[in-house]
């Protein structure tokens, strides 16, 4: 699986302005939403039962808010930097800047769907991956940053 059968430059948000976490989640899922047809506030409601069982902060300013939706008929992601840090209740305690939501059919291929999850932590948790992010000047540089690792 390569980043593009779920991600591209059109799914890239630079500088989203939320005052929180939950406003920003909702603004999220709600472009993740209109982008799928579907409706926002089942997307919505699926992430904060997810955000529930434990914060997706993963430390050094990502979080990787995730869910599985009823419909879906593949992986779909959107990547977005942040025009300030927010609290996000993250393990490391530190504000979150990079925010990669993913959504994962709810179906029966559970095991290629858990390898587009740990593909996403993996390549996310490279400091200069993120950095390269944090220093993007536009969504196609920003996609170049995540996708580059595809064909390294």
Excluded: Y
Excluded at 92 to 120: H, R, S
Aim: glycine share 6%; proline share 4%.
């Amino acid at each position: 699986m390569k980043i593009s059968d779920f991600l591209s430059p059109a799914e890239m948000m630079l500088d989203v302005r939320a005052k929180d976490k939950a406003s920003l989640l909702r603004q999220l899922c709600t472009e993740a939403a209109t982008k799928l047809r579907l409706n926002a506030d089942e997307v919505v409601g699926q992430i904060a039962k997810r955000e529930a069982l434990g914060s997706t902060g993963l430390g050094n300013g990502l979080a990787l808010p995730h869910a599985r939706l009823k419909g879906l008929k593949a992986p779909f992601a959107l990547l977005a930097r942040l025009h300030h840090g927010i609290d996000f209740d993250s393990i490391d305690n530190q504000p979150v800047d990079i925010v990669f939501l993913l959504l994962l059919p709810d179906a029966a291929n559970g095991d290629a769907q858990l390898n587009v999850l740990a593909w996403a932590a993996r390549q996310l948790r490279d400091p200069k991956a993120l950095q390269r992010i944090r220093d993007a000047a536009s969504t196609e540089v920003m996609f170049e940053a995540i996708a580059g690792a595809d064909r390294a």
